[in-house]
Nanobody, 121 residues
Framework: QVQLVESGGGLVQHGGSLTLSCAASGSILSIGAMGWYRQAPGKQRELVAVITSGGSTNYADTVKGRFTISADNAKGRVYLQMRSLKPEDTAVYYC???????????????WGQGTQVTVSS
């Protein structure tokens, strides 16, 4: 079984910074892309940032220039450094990873349980 565990969420003031971490564990042969998604109350889950195993990154327009994603695929860790936070960044942030768990299987997407980020105005 594969588990993703996020940490680093919390309450921060407008303009502040937070860094989220996610650690993958369990039956893992290889990790492909890793990313962060978020879901605000009453809204659909949306992509925040993704990083491929080769290091290519992609960001939502709303966070470009403020958020930075990084990863250590060998250790199964992905990070999201968030700066200049705004109240509209308030959401539950979820870690996602494409994991190859067994020889002969295919990459499957796994999700963490989420961590709350609240930005006060």
């Amino acid at each position: 079984q594969v588990q993703l565990v996020e940490s680093g969420g919390g309450l921060v003031q407008h303009g502040g910074s937070l860094t989220l971490s996610c650690a993958a564990s369990g039956s893992i042969l290889s990790i492909g892309a890793m990313g962060w998604y978020r879901q605000a109350p009453g809204k659909q889950r949306e992509l925040v940032a993704v990083i491929t195993s080769g290091g290519s990154t992609n960001y939502a327009d709303t966070v470009k220039g403020r958020f930075t994603i990084s990863a250590d695929n060998a250790k199964g860790r992905v990070y999201l450094q968030m700066r200049s936070l705004k109240p509209e960044d308030t959401a539950v942030y979820y870690c996602n990873a494409d994991v190859l768990a067994h020889f002969g299987s295919e990459y499957q997407a796994y999700w963490g349980q989420g961590t709350q980020v609240t930005v006060s105005s």
